[in-house]
Every structure is written in C-alpha cells, then in structure tokens.
Antibody, heavy 118, light 107 residues
Framework: EVQILETGGGLVKPGGSLRLSCATS????????MNWVRQAPGKGLEWVAQ??????????YYAESLEGRVTISRDDSKSSVYLQVSSLRAEDTAIYYC?????????WGQGVMVTVSS | NIVLTQSPATLSVTPGESVSLSCRAS??????IHWYQQKSNESPRLLIK???QSISGIPSRFSGSGSGTDFTLSINRVESEDFSIYYC?????????FGAGTKLELK
C-alpha cells in the first residue's frame, strides 16, 4: 500500500523559514518524481515544486511565484522528499501536500498545515 | 505559464443528472490534462489522466474527453458522493498549473 506522510508544519513568524518532510513507503521511490502542492484556506490547488528521479538527473522545477524562496530535495535511501521554504509571508499559509507523479499526481499525502503569522 | 480556465465555477445539480465540466487551456496542450476530485477536508484524488484515460478504482460514470485547448469531464448520473470540487491540471509544461476548480453542489 502506497503511503505518503508529511511532517514539519506549524506556526512560523513572517520572514522565518520552514523545512517540510515527506516520508513514503509501499512503492519504488526511485521510479517516481515527487512534488509539493499547496492549498491556501478556502482556495484552489497550487503546484509548488517538483524533483525528478535519478534517471532525469534529479532535475528540479519551481512555481514562478515561489522561485528563489523554495528548495526541493530528496533522499532516495530514505524514500523521502523535503521542501525548504524561506522568507515566509502570510500568503504562504496553506496546507502543503506531498504527491508522487510520473505525469499526473496519482497519490497524495494527507497534507501538513503551515501558518505564517506574528 | 499555461492558464487553465474551468467553467462553470459552480454547478448545481440533482442526483441522477448527468453533467459536463469544462477546462480550457490558454494554448494547445495536446492531451496533457488530468482531472482531480477533492471532497471537503480531504486530499485530492486523481480521476482521469491524459484527458480520457481511466484510473483504477474510479467509478465508470467518470469520463474525460478533449484535446488541444478544450477538455471536458463528464459524470454520468451524479451520485450523492460526487458533490465536491473538481480540478483540471496540465503537464504539457514542466511548470504545472491547476484550474481554479468547479464546485459541484446539490440543487
């Protein structure tokens, strides 16, 4: 059974940083791209970042709205992916989902809440 | 960025009706469109990939069609469990984007 579990959310002050983690199991992690997608309260889905697998040289892609403030990384030995977000703003308040993909996002975690507030 | 425009924003229907939800891309994207369902307080679920390809475990009343810039998600005979928000997403560009969603609600 595919399992995806995000951790690391919480309350952060504006200007602060946060590292989200996503632990996976139940599939061959090395075969998949991994992504972060976020959803602000009451709003729609926003793709944040993708990291491809070794076959694609671990290429990374970022949403233009966040580029420069986010870094996605993965550890294939731990079947885990991470998202570092810096210079946090109130508008970064959202549920952050970890998803796997080859093209479509076929499995999602339950999400982790990040709240940016003083 | 490729912009996806979903319409209508809200669709009010009664159970048993059949519906079509639209997703229009700002440029041609072949069939690189995928559909998701999100129920209240749940994670999204993949319904259809590559415009029309079915997904294991998804009821057969969900189907997709289209290519180029115009895409449709159809639900044949809506059931009570289908009232939720539906999103389209493109993978033609590596800068993935989602539509704003269509909320399917009970009339």
């Amino acid at each position: 059974e595919v399992q995806i579990l995000e951790t690391g959310g919480g309350l952060v002050k504006p200007g602060g940083s946060l590292r989200l983690s996503c632990a996976t199991s139940g599939f061959n992690f090395n075969d998949y791209f991994m992504n972060w997608v976020r959803q602000a309260p009451g709003k729609g889905l926003e793709w944040v970042a993708q990291i491809r697998n070794k076959n694609y040289n671990y290429a990374t892609y970022y949403a233009e709205s966040l580029e420069g403030r986010v870094t996605i990384s993965r550890d294939d030995s731990k079947s885990s992916v991470y998202l570092q977000v810096s210079s946090l703003r109130a508008e970064d308040t959202a549920i952050y989902y970890c998803t796997r993909s080859r093209v479509s996002f076929d499995y999602w975690g339950q999400g982790v809440m990040v709240t940016v507030s003083s | 960025n490729i912009v996806l425009t979903q319409s209508p924003a809200t669709l009010s229907v009664t159970p048993g009706e059949s519906v079509s939800l639209s997703c229009r891309a700002s440029q041609s994207i072949s069939t690189s469109i995928h559909w998701y369902q999100q129920k209240s307080n749940e994670s999204p679920r993949l319904l259809i990939k590559y415009a029309s390809q079915s997904i294991s475990g998804i009821p057969s009343r969900f189907s997709g069609s289209g290519s180029g810039t115009d895409f449709t998600l159809s639900i044949n005979r809506v059931e009570s469990e289908d009232f939720s928000i539906y999103y389209c997403q493109q993978s033609y560009s590596s800068l993935y984007t989602f539509g704003a969603g269509t909320k399917l609600e009970l009339k």
